[in-house]
DNA sequence: CCTACCGATCGGTAGG
DNA sequence: CCTACCGATCGGTAGG
């Protein structure tokens, strides 16, 4: 979708370089979701598009920048499928409900086939150092952050309680989402999302009383 | 301990081949808590233990052998370090909070210096099939389930509540455990742990009264 | 986008 | 536990 974008407005690269260009990026990201982002091999990405290695390496300087592109559009994917149609929704509390219900829907449709991209991400590169690993914080950092403006908003117009504690709130649902992701993905079990929606709306109803 | 307790009892290895293999144990589980099960390598290992591949070989048939021990031994510590102690407690919700302290200090302490070896472990191989992955769901089932027992022993001596959802409170906890875990490796701030503990006590408090 | 190639590292083996 | 080696794959480059 970005690239797409970038294709028709700027003409720097090329119609069908534009749509390979996507085409890698999709590919590396399921790959990525996978087996890893170090498990993402320019090899195995090859065989996987029916193109050369030295192919790739037209579109990607390093493999360094092709890890931080799939970052990237991971990214923009999650924007575009949590975050922005939340944002129909008018701040207050409803807001913070549908960004939940929407990750949680997220995590339950396989957009990415080994769960949400980030979460793995993290747990991948938590205990390194260097540019992706300070990507997969920037990632979990911004949607804390949102979730976070989003509860401190929703308070302010009254509709969370004036006793509440907003970053010990932020914490617990996120911990829900998270698990709800975990679990359903390693046990490949359905009712862990029930149990996750099921703790969230409790959590919310506390909150909002 | 274990192995050490083999070479005492058991002349099949010697005591130098038990403490080399231990040692071999304990550096591989370093190694698989920073980079993954999957970035634990024959030969970065060797460089770490300063003896050559086909040492290693001595001790190991496989890579997937060192592997499969490898989370064994990560295994017993766990028990050793977290479930073992709590037994201490008699059965009952002092018994449930017992495991649940004894986790968020595991973590807190950095036993691992990835954090919880399941949770990384878990993570890691969610999406994938094999040994591997089916030693990683067996770990956390056995963690679940022993957090389940718990829950319901405590129950049927009426320290938890008659109307309280023992599955959903473990999945609560869980998730929070698991959450203070992540959050405080990935972003290397221990107020997390505190979240934690607060979220779990809270937790706790509810389904006792 | 390709073929052809580089040095490094992978898991693993032969033989001692 | 060692040296010496195997084929496969890694990230990456030269040259087109």
Not at 9 to 37: C, E, K, N
Not at 105 to 111: A, F, I, N, P
Request: glycine residues 10%.
């Amino acid at each position: 979708m970005l690239y797409s974008g970038v294709a028709k407005q700027a003409p720097v690269r090329r119609a069908d370089g534009a749509r390979t260009h996507g085409a890698i990026l999709d590919a590396a990201m399921r790959l990525a979701s996978v087996h890893g982002i170090n498990g993402l091999t320019i090899g195995r990405l090859a065989d996987e598009l029916g193109i050369s290695k030295s192919g790739l390496y037209a579109h990607f300087d390093s493999k360094l920048e092709l890890q931080m592109q799939t970052i990237q559009a991971a990214g923009e994917l999650f924007d575009r499928v949590v975050v922005d149609p939340a944002m129909a929704t008018p701040p207050g509390i409803g807001r913070l409900r549908s960004l939940c219900e929407l990750y949680v829907t997220y995590v339950e449709r396989k957009v990415f086939p080994g769960g949400c991209f980030f979460a793995s991400l993290s747990a991948e590169v938590d205990a390194q150092t260097g540019p992706v690993h300070d990507a997969a914080v920037d990632g979990i950092r911004e949607w804390l952050g949102l979730l976070q403006q989003t509860a401190v908003e929703a308070k302010e117009l009254g509709e969370i309680g004036r006793n509440v504690d907003v970053e010990q709130l932020i914490f617990e649902l996120f911990a829900l989402m998270e698990s709800a992701n975990y679990l359903y993905v390693l046990f490949d079990d359905v009712e862990q999302i029930s149990k996750g929606r099921a703790a969230i709306e409790r959590i919310l109803q506390t909150a909002g009383n």
